[in-house]
């Protein structure tokens, strides 16, 4: 990892045991001058690169990664999916950690941090890239003190079911809450208002509070009031809506759309 990276995963994780609220940007276009005026907001302090429904290839990475890190934020990928292989080529790329889409298992979970995780703590290839700025920082990068970020996605009612055991896996950041998958997957999509989804993130956000653990909710609609509401209810980690999203707000309202 680069210097600025791990001085900011450091200073992410610290926010995160403080209680702080992290909020997040959330790209789904690949574009790095896109990146950049994301990343200029004051009001993000990381910006995620959504490789499961956006539009990136690898080679996209390292310049998006760039332009966030140029104003000074941390750079995170929503990893396409739970196959291992791409762990390794996101992280070499310079990103600071992993959201990973649709963790149901301990299993999964563990399998997907030990491919993040140099060796001996995982089975990641050690080799020279960005992430140790082509072999200049190798001597520090090899000895992975800097873990990296690991962030798991409850999309699934039952990944709330096992979630008392997900939730103790020892190198897991935070969760975050994909409201859609997981109204989705109680036959309710979208029904955020729906008795059984409110449950369903009770239930998460009550087991994160007793380990300890913090918990995010993705916040699909561009609205400060929905933002407040949620940092209101305790949750710290909280990507708020998407590039793609904000976009057609805006074009609405130019055309005074409702």
């Excluded at 080799?127 to 001597?139: C, E, M, Q």
């Excluded at 798991?152 to 039952?158: F, S, T, Y």
């Excluded at 729906?194 to 449950?199: E, G, T």
């Excluded at 653990?213 to 209810?233: R, S, T």
Aim: net charge positive.
């Amino acid at each position: 990892m680069t210097p600025l990276t791990v001085k900011n995963i450091k200073k992410f994780r610290k926010n995160l045991k403080l209680g702080k609220v992290l909020i997040g940007g959330w790209m789904q276009l690949s574009n790095p001058n896109l990146a950049e005026i994301i990343s200029d907001y004051k009001e993000y302090n990381w910006v995620a690169v959504d490789m499961e429904h956006g539009s990136f290839s690898t080679g996209d990475l390292p310049n998006i990664f760039r332009a966030i890190e140029l104003k000074n934020k941390l750079a995170l990928v929503r990893l396409p999916n739970k196959n291992t292989n791409i762990c390794g080529q996101v992280l070499d790329a310079g990103c600071a950690g992993v959201i990973i889409p649709d963790i149901k298992k301990v299993s999964e979970l563990i399998t997907i941090r030990n491919a993040c995780y140099l060796p001996p703590g995982g089975i990641r290839g050690v080799g020279y890239s960005r992430a140790n700025l082509f072999g200049k920082k190798f001597s520090d990068y090899k000895k992975g003190k800097t873990k990296p970020i690991i962030i798991a996605m409850i999309e699934n009612i039952i990944s709330v079911k096992n979630l008392e055991q997900l939730i103790q896996t020892r190198g897991l950041d935070a969760v975050l809450i994909g409201p859609y998958d997981l109204s989705a997957s109680m036959n309710i999509t979208g029904k955020f208002n729906h008795p059984k989804f409110k449950s369903a993130i009770r239930e998460i956000k009550k087991l994160s509070r007793r380990y300890k653990i913090p918990c995010g909710i993705h916040i699909i609609e561009p609205k400060h009031n929905i933002l407040k509401k949620y940092i209101k209810l305790g949750y710290q980690f909280l990507p708020y809506s998407a590039d793609t999203i904000l976009l057609n707000t805006a074009l609405k309202k130019s055309f005074n759309k409702k």
